[in-house]
Structures are given as C-alpha cells and as structure tokens.
C-alpha cells in the first residue's frame, strides 16, 4: 500500500507538471518540479497513514 501513495504521488503531480511544461513550454522543469513535489505527497501520506 505504501508503495502504491509514491507511485501515484509521482504519476499524478508529473502529468500534472507535464500539463504545465505543455501549455507554457518551461523546458521540462514542471515536470521535475511535479515529480518530486508528489513524491513529498507520496511520502508524507505514508507517514501519515502508518504512524512512523
């Protein structure tokens, strides 16, 4: 279950930062800027949910 917030941590907020690179054509920085923005998301919801 864990792994599963980070992967979708990840897919989620890179396609969103896709999206973003898309409509004003950044370079790609959006798209690492998503990705590692859902992989805090990722992690802190598994901090969360398992009480670590």
């Known amino acids: 279950m864990a792994i599963s917030y980070l992967i ?3 897919a989620v907020w890179g396609f969103i930062g896709w999206l973003v690179d ?3 054509d950044l ?3 959006p798209i690492g800027i998503g990705a590692i923005v859902g992989a805090a ?9 398992l009480g670590v």
């Open 41 to 49: 998301g990722g992690v802190y919801l598994v901090v969360r949910r």
């Open 8 to 10: 979708a941590g990840i």
């Open 22 to 24: 898309r409509w004003f």
């Open 27 to 29: 370079g790609g920085v």
